[in-house]
């Protein structure tokens, strides 16, 4: 008997932990805010996507990175923004794995391709503040990420703005 409800509390906290993670993939894969490509023809090359997103008073930064499977955030992923006012904001982060990506499958002359890849995912949470401090724009993103820190410089704001409206309109929507 005793290992019967030891075996139903697991199975409680896992389902839990199950249903988070789907939870906030699911809200990270249609709530998109801000992306951009990245060294579109080297190696290092990848899609990077930003979502805004509130849950349970707190706010968080959704970041899926995709270059084919082989690049995920660390274990304790940290990113750092350099805003427009040449401020650094410094966001811990949780890694949430992977998700498939399912892409086109065709025949070129004999040999079969699959574009389906995996998508590196992690959660950043952000402070009002911090918020509020996205609105001079993002000059600077660090991911760190593995095998390698993605880093990237914009000489034109691509995702602190449109983060940051995407969090004054999800803090003024009701549901």
């Known amino acids: 008997m005793k290992n019967n409800v030891y075996f139903c509390n697991v199975m409680k906290k896992r389902l839990s932990v199950i249903f988070s993670a789907l939870t906030l993939v699911c809200i990270a894969a249609n709530a998109q805010d801000a992306s951009y490509s990245h060294d579109s023809f080297s ?7 930003y979502s805004a997103v509130r849950q349970d008073k707190k706010a968080f930064i959704i970041v ?4 084919g499977g082989s690049l995920g955030f660390t274990d304790s992923p940290e ?11 410094k966001l811990p982060g ?7 990506k399912k892409g086109d499958t065709y025949f070129f002359g004999d040999t079969f391709h699959d574009t389906s890849s995996q998508v590196g ?6 402070t009002e503040a911090q918020i509020q401090k996205l609105k001079s724009g993002v000059v600077k993103v660090r991911l760190m990420t593995t095998p390698f820190i993605h880093e990237k410089e914009f000489t034109k704001d691509k995702i602190g ?15």
């Open 64 to 67: 899926s990175v995709d270059n």
């Open 79 to 89: 990113m750092l923004l350099r805003t427009g006012d040449n401020e650094v904001l």
């Open 121 to 126: 995912m992690a959660q950043f949470e952000i």
């Open 94 to 100: 949780k890694n949430l794995g992977f998700r498939e």
């Open 43 to 49: 190696k290092d090359a990848c899609h990077v996507e």
């Open 161 to 175: 703005e449109k983060l940051y409206k995407a969090f004054s309109k999800k803090e003024n929507s009701d549901f």
